[in-house]
């Protein structure tokens, strides 16, 4: 932990504003003052992912609590986002830091070309020294195409940088083997597999209505993380310092798998599917067990309305998901390609047939 160099750092709403809405200036200011410090030699470079923007503008809005339509989601933070980026811009001028805001949405990084210019970005921002801060555009961002929470942006932007170690802020110190407001439970220190959390019972979001997380989310987000061979620590705002620099606080979650083609971990947790495939039983072992491409041949029927590009599901016969991949079709062109080879579509319909369906590096098999 203390010798990660890059770092992507998320906090949560609650560790920003007051509960009942509007930005806690002492709070972020705070958080600021870990995090100039931490970079402040040169050699540690933070992503910082950070909510609060439709909480920051409950207040403005005459706004008691969190509304539950994305209307007013949408109106709260076009608001906030503003408020927010303004009282991180003054904060970190403390320290001659310039701050870079992006905004992403689900379906920036599900797409190829979207998802090469997020990663050239922030790769550019922070070789300029500048302090990027990510958000998802929850003005624009519909329910297809949300993250759900940051904490699950967070993870996928730790993959996306190449970070080191992806520390999660919350206002718990970690993850307990029970409700931490009771006596008796205690800290879990480290959790090497998913399953060492399997006797949890993982608390949802808390009652101060701003956020849209939880346990459950920081939980998942750090499963996601780590299976993608990036190390997490998951603890509260206030021992953020300890995080950074490698002390003992919260819960420390293992790497438990390898890191993976970037835009495949957001295909498989940020993408929302526009339609679906169902494969014959060759196609569905051709993808799941040899990793093959999806030909037309392996079709069996096609739902939904999808253009080429759009992520689709793949299931098998029973209706179950296999996989999810991009499609390269439209979906009114597929039912004249069902069961037929690409050598036949090709002499049939021109060159351009004689492609995959869905080629195997635009794909992801998706594990129960």
Do not use: C
């Not at 819960?251 to 970037?262: E, L, M, N, Q, V």
């Not at 990793?291 to 079709?299: D, H």
């Amino acid at each position: 932990m203390g010798e990660a160099r890059r770092i992507v750092v998320k906090v949560g709403s609650s560790s920003l504003t007051t509960a009942s809405g509007g930005l806690d200036a002492d709070r972020v200011d705070a958080l600021v003052d870990v995090l100039a410090k931490v970079r402040s030699g040169g050699e540690r470079e933070i992503v910082l992912v950070s909510s609060g923007a439709i909480a920051a503008g409950l207040a403005p809005l005459g706004l008691r609590r969190r509304p539950k339509d994305l209307a007013r989601q949408q109106a709260a933070a076009s608001v906030g986002q503003g408020l927010l980026v303004a009282r991180y811009t003054a904060s970190f001028a403390r320290y001659g830091v310039r701050v870079g805001q992006v905004l992403l949405t689900s379906d920036d990084m599900s797409r190829r070309s979207h998802h090469r210019n997020a990663s050239r970005t922030l790769d550019k921002l922070l070789a300029m020294g500048a302090f990027p801060i990510v958000n998802e555009n929850d003005t624009v961002a519909t329910d297809e195409i949300r993250f759900g929470d940051n904490d699950r942006l967070a993870a996928l932007v730790a993959h996306l940088v190449r970070a080191d170690l992806l520390v999660l802020l919350s206002d718990v110190d970690g993850v307990y083997d029970g409700d931490p407001a009771k006596p008796g439970t205690s800290r879990i220190g480290e959790v090497r597999d998913p399953s060492d959390l399997a006797h949890v019972e993982i608390g949802s979001a808390g009652k101060a209505g701003v956020g849209t997380g939880g346990m459950v989310t920081k939980v998942e987000a750090a499963r996601i993380a780590a299976a993608a061979g990036v190390p997490v620590v998951l603890t509260s705002a206030v021992h953020a310092a300890d995080a950074l620099t490698g002390q003992d606080t919260g819960t420390f979650f293992h790497p438990t798998g390898k890191r993976s083609a970037d835009r495949l971990l957001w295909l498989q947790h940020a993408s929302a599917p526009q339609g679906a495939l169902t494969l014959d039983d060759g196609a569905v072992r051709a993808v799941v067990d040899r990793r093959k491409s999806l030909l037309p041949a392996g079709i069996a029927a096609v739902e939904g309305e999808f253009s080429a590009g759009d992520p689709v599901e793949l299931r098998d016969g029973a209706g179950h998901a296999v996989a999810r991949g991009l499609v390269n079709f439209d979906a009114k062109e597929i039912p004249r390609l069902i069961g037929r080879s690409t050598r036949e579509l090709a002499r049939e319909l021109g060159p351009a047939y004689e492609r995959e369906v869905v080629h195997r590096d635009d794909l992801v098999v998706l594990h129960p």
